[in-house]
């Protein structure tokens, strides 16, 4: 089979692209051909479709001589026609979409129809039923990026897209997690048009070990939403009896939380210890004693999650989305309400019964290496969603 995989980024930008080029590896070491649709940009992997990429949006700044270029996210002409010539040269059997919001626009399923072609999307987040990507557990939306003009934008792009109903022609969705497919039903998404597949993980690159550093890790994109300050207020509040903690990652909120850990007096208890490459990350969460996800927003489904269950490590979470499905609590790690600090500070405190901590990381361990997680079954769920679609 020849499938097109479309996505916004073409280089280890995050996490949906870490899926696509796992998905794209697993695809054709399974004797398929992969092809690419995408924008143009010098940290792209080599690619033979690179002459029929678009040119790079950068959307990290709005004003008013802009707006003109940035009419392409409510729908991309060029995209359109450089798919159309695509599709016409390689003449792929299947389309897989994944993230197409902004810089490609929802043109490209236009297209894809038109060629006659089944087309599938990878939800990634939650786009598709929030204009601003998230959903908080308080069910508030934030300023993007702190732009009214911005924020604007997204909302009219999202009204726009609802409106003419494109999304409603991809013949099938796959949803990472329960709680996405739910949110996508909810929503007015046909039930009977999204299936559920979970990621993957391979479990022969983790290693496990006990924890061989007295500390309590967290890590991701330094941001609000990720509620990096509500862990710093938990381990304040536990005063002397407080564990350390490390945070790895950089962004926004980086001086603000520096700020906090000097006003709280735990410089000798917490440390911000900035972006870390693959490796050190996984270093850090193999020497950890657990692993905490204080997010405010709900999750897809909790990549990073699974992974520290691997490495068996028990997982603090707030109830947020699919991580609801990934953590059970008391069983492989302890769940909490999102921005609830009482609460997070007492499932610290009950780690720290050397018994809790040792059954839960069996747990963990047990966890991840449930069969639905592997690269085999996910191989198998995706061909037999490709199969169902095409004609």
Request: with cysteine.
């Amino acid at each position: 089979m020849k499938i097109l995989q479309i996505n916004k980024f073409l280089y280890p930008k995050g996490g949906a692209e870490t899926y696509l080029f796992s998905l794209s590896k697993l695809l054709t070491d399974a004797g398929h051909e992969v092809i690419y649709f995408s924008q143009k940009n010098s940290k792209n992997i080599p690619c033979d479709q690179e002459k029929y990429f678009i040119s790079d949006l950068e959307l990290g700044g709005f004003s008013f001589s802009s707006l003109f270029r940035l009419g392409r996210i409510f729908w991309s002409f060029k995209a359109a026609k450089n798919l159309k010539k695509l599709i016409a040269d390689e003449k792929p059997d299947l389309v897989h979409l994944h993230n197409i919001y902004h810089q490609l626009s929802p043109s490209l399923i236009a297209v894809a129809k038109s060629a006659g072609l089944p087309v599938v999307m990878t939800v990634h987040d939650f786009k598709l039923v929030s204009y601003d990507y998230t959903l908080r557990a308080d069910g508030r939306h934030g300023q993007h990026k702190g732009s009214l003009i911005a924020d604007l934008i997204l909302r009219l792009e999202f009204a726009f897209h609802k409106a003419i109903k494109i999304y409603d022609r991809i013949d099938l969705f796959i949803a990472p997690s329960q709680f996405v497919k739910n949110k996508l039903v909810e929503h007015g998404y046909a039930e009977d048009k999204i299936i559920v597949i979970p990621h993957f993980i391979e479990m022969n690159n983790f290693s496990v070990q006990s924890a061989s550093g007295d500390y309590i890790l967290s890590f991701g994109r330094l941001d609000e939403t990720k509620g990096f300050e509500d862990l710093i207020r938990a381990v304040a509040s536990l005063k002397e009896g407080a564990p350390k903690i490390k945070i790895a990652g950089s962004g926004p909120e980086e001086a603000k939380l520096n700020v906090l850990i000097q006003e709280f007096g735990l410089t000798e208890k917490a440390e911000l210890l900035g972006k870390k490459d693959k490796p050190e990350l996984a270093r850090l969460i193999a020497e950890a004693k657990f692993v905490c996800f204080p997010t405010r927003v709900h999750e897809t489904f909790g990549l990073a999650a699974l992974e520290s269950l691997a490495y068996g490590k028990p997982v603090v979470a707030s109830r947020a989305g699919a991580l609801t499905e990934l953590i059970r609590d008391e069983e492989n790690g302890i769940l909490f309400d999102a921005g609830n600090i009482d609460q997070l500070a007492s499932a610290i405190t009950k780690l720290n019964d050397p018994k809790l901590l040792a059954k839960l990381s069996q747990g963990a361990l047990n966890s991840a290496t449930n069969q639905k997680y592997s690269s085999g079954q996910h191989l198998k769920s995706i061909l037999e969603a490709y199969l169902s679609i095409k004609k």
